[in-house]
């Protein structure tokens, strides 16, 4: 056997270590998609234990994003349908099959998250459960006992013509302020139940309780990223934006912005609208110059002013449908797809900070969704702005949004981050640990962004003696050069050089093989225990279809959520060029008893 030299032996020790350091984990997301406002996708998980302990609870997927109780759709959702149930196709929870469920957890859970079931207007049955959660990652899986969450046995959004049709996904929250919430128990004692990145830090799976998400584009072709403890560095561009994080609401983990503006652009090219300019300053709002907005992959749509979503139809051919409150696309005008696969798109401008803006370039490539069935009896393309008329004075960018910007969370810090997304051609997964301490996170180019598109858009000859100025750019890495000895170093300082380099890699021999001790430990599955003899579910009595609700939603502001400071190192870096900065968010969480 060839023995390694004392310089590649360090090298190997080098490198050996570096792959025992704890790494994000990147979600797996379902190959299926779902609607009826998208097409979306969703990551698959698994809820509960099914006995004997060895086999997997139920298959389920979710949406991904927001704070503390996550929401899962129970078998119980297809009682007294009387047609095919559409929530089926994203999977069901059996909390009576699965022997880790824990219903004695006096709590009455939302049936969304950052306020998404008063967007929706949603109303239906649930309870509070904690139950064992497994999430996937390539070649990996990890289980997070006594999850928190919201048994959903019945959920039904209303539309404008006053009639419901059922939720088809839920949705899994990441994290909260607080790594676990303390529950009463109907016998006087109390319950922990566990966050998903709080859980899976404490455990060593991640380095901080933190996550980066990009939606991507099912009809771009553009898979999902979700990395908990980092982010994919390949899905943000430029420098993003960060606000306060909504202290009042979920106690202090809602990603709320000040909307100041909202124009049309178009990257390179021609325009492809028929007015011969567009004006400035769609944003429109009668209450004062900006808006707060809640960043929310748990809603489809953009929920803004009614006089805004006007303002920027004027330039599109789209019809206004009173019976859902959104825009279709007239597809026999010639101009619908001229818009749609040009470089065309919608910039959202957000205040960071007095003087500092940040903007987002949404193209109207990714405004190009689909409604079908229950909202429609025949599926029809349409532009995602819905008119809302606020009860509590804010306002959402849901999905159709997010597929072009990145957002991210680091509730050790309570920050968040924001971040212009690329296209399709995003370029080579670029996995980012986030650290506790970080208060910000690196960026590549924005000047990227154009190439991200090229391949999807189809530019507009620009009229004669007109000229585009659009410039894009690579991505520079790194240039590495091995280090190598003096060749006019004396035997003897050789010598002492090789046994300086053996000691060396001894002692990195022995911290490599504590350290791969530790990541086995880490690694291996710690089976959630059976508690004893759980109550049975309690009896549903649940609707579907379209059996209007009894009691309307309560405004987001009017939710009561206990509240108290939390204690959290106040940790601020400075920025370079490329990075995305963040403004202090509140730190508060809900205690339950």
Request: with cysteine; aromatic share 8%; net charge negative.
């Amino acid at each position: 056997m060839k023995h390694l030299s004392p310089a590649a032996a360090l090298v190997w020790a080098l490198v050996s270590l570096a792959a025992c350091e704890v790494k994000p984990i990147q979600m797996s997301w379902s190959s299926q998609t779902f609607g009826p406002d998208g097409p979306w996708q969703g990551v698959d998980v698994v809820v509960g234990q099914a006995n004997p302990p060895d086999v997997d609870g139920d298959s389920v997927t979710v949406y991904p994003g927001g704070s503390w109780d996550a929401v899962i759709f129970t078998n119980a959702v297809c009682n007294g349908s009387t047609s095919a149930c559409l929530a089926s196709e994203a999977g069901l929870y059996n909390p009576g099959n699965s022997q880790t469920a824990n219903y004695d957890v006096q709590f009455e859970p939302d049936l969304g998250v950052w306020g998404s079931d008063v967007a929706m207007n949603i109303t239906g049955e649930r309870q509070m459960i904690l139950d064992t959660l497994t999430i996937h990652s390539p070649g990996l899986s990890y289980s997070i006992p006594q999850f928190v969450f919201a048994a959903v046995n019945s959920s039904n959004a209303m539309l404008p013509n006053g009639n419901y049709y059922p939720s088809q996904v839920g949705l899994l929250t990441l994290g909260a302020p607080n790594p676990e919430q303390s529950f009463g128990q109907n016998n006087g004692s109390s319950i922990i139940g566990n966050m998903l990145t709080g859980y899976l830090k404490r455990n060593g799976s991640i380095s901080s309780s933190s996550w980066g998400l990009h939606i991507g584009s099912v009809v771009q072709g553009q898979p999902g990223s979700l990395t908990l403890g980092g982010f994919d560095k390949s899905r943000v561009l430029g420098q993003g934006t960060a606000a306060s994080f909504d202290f009042v609401g979920e106690g202090g983990s809602t990603p709320i912005v000040s909307l100041i503006d909202i124009t049309m652009g178009v990257e390179t090219g021609g325009s492809p609208f028929n007015s011969s300019s567009v004006e400035d300053g769609l944003f429109r709002f009668d209450r004062n110059t900006s808006a707060s907005v809640t960043l929310n992959p748990a809603v489809p749509y953009m929920f803004l002013p009614a006089a805004t979503c006007d303002a920027i139809a004027q330039y599109l051919p789209v019809t206004y449908q009173s019976s859902s409150g959104l825009y279709t696309w007239n597809k026999n005008d010639p101009q619908y797809l001229r818009i749609v696969s040009s470089p065309a798109y919608l910039q959202f401008t957000f205040q960071q900070s007095i003087g500092q803006n940040v903007s987002i370039k949404v193209p109207f490539a990714l405004l190009n969704l689909t409604l079908e069935t229950p909202i429609l009896n025949s599926p029809q393309p349409y532009f995602p702005c819905k008119p809302y008329y606020t009860p509590d004075g804010g306002y959402y960018l849901g999905r159709a949004f997010l597929q072009a910007a990145f957002l991210g969370v680091n509730y050790d810090q309570g920050k968040f981050f924001v971040g212009q997304a690329p296209g399709p051609d995003s370029g080579p997964i670029q996995i980012t640990t986030i650290q506790t301490s970080d208060a910000t996170i690196r960026s590549n180019p924005i000047d990227t962004f154009a190439d991200s598109w090229n391949r999807k858009w189809t530019t507009i000859a620009l009229p004669k003696n007109s000229t585009s100025d659009n410039t894009s750019g690579g991505i520079d890495g790194p240039t590495n050069t091995p280090a190598t000895l003096d060749p006019g170093l004396s035997t003897g300082a050789k010598a002492g050089i090789g046994i300086g380099i053996a000691a060396v890699v001894l002692i990195l021999l022995g911290i490599l093989l504590g350290c791969i001790i530790m990541r086995r430990k880490r690694r291996k599955q710690q089976p959630a225990q059976a508690l004893p003899s759980p109550p049975p579910p309690p009896p549903v009595g649940g609707y579907y279809n379209d059996k209007k609700p009894e009691h309307p939603v309560p405004p987001y502001s009017q939710r009561h959520h206990a509240i108290h400071e939390l204690d959290a190192p106040n940790v601020v870096h400075e920025t370079g060029d490329g990075s995305l900065p963040e403004m202090s968010a509140n730190r508060d969480s809900r205690v339950m008893s």
